[in-house]
């Protein structure tokens, strides 16, 4: 599976982005999706994951009831609807696909994106 993330860019706080990371190979429907982030000097952290179907959804603390992950299995397509953002949203964002129905570690993710920057000024 390959993975190509994209929608990142300049944004003023409390405005929104939608990124979308299309997936390329047959058994896409297969996998979890999850989105990830890295800010300058910080660790890789978890920020959403959705399960193979798109029945189960979670998020990190820090996101939730501000961003939406969803797939579309039809177009090979993961997206992650941001809004509200703020100031320490700003990071890469990477999405990745993991063999496990459901997952919020790094180390359980088989393929990721190149990421996309996304910068929020306040």
């Known amino acids: 599976v390959q993975l190509q993330a994209s929608g990142g860019g300049l944004v003023q706080a409390g405005g929104s982005l939608r990124l979308s990371c299309a997936a390329s190979?047959?058994?896409?429907?297969?996998?979890?999706m999850g989105w990830f982030r890295q800010a300058p000097g910080k660790e890789r952290e978890f920020v959403a994951a959705v399960s193979v179907g798109g029945g189960w959804s979670d998020y990190s603390e820090s996101v939730r009831g501000r961003f939406i992950i969803s797939r579309g299995n039809a177009k090979n397509t993961v997206y992650l609807q941001m809004n509200s953002l703020k100031p320490e949203d700003t990071a890469v964002y990477y999405c990745a696909a993991s063999r496990y129905s459901r997952s919020y570690a790094s180390r359980e993710y088989n393929y990721w994106g190149q990421g996309t920057q996304v910068t929020v000024s306040s």
């Open positions: 190979g047959p058994t896409f429907s297969s996998y979890a």
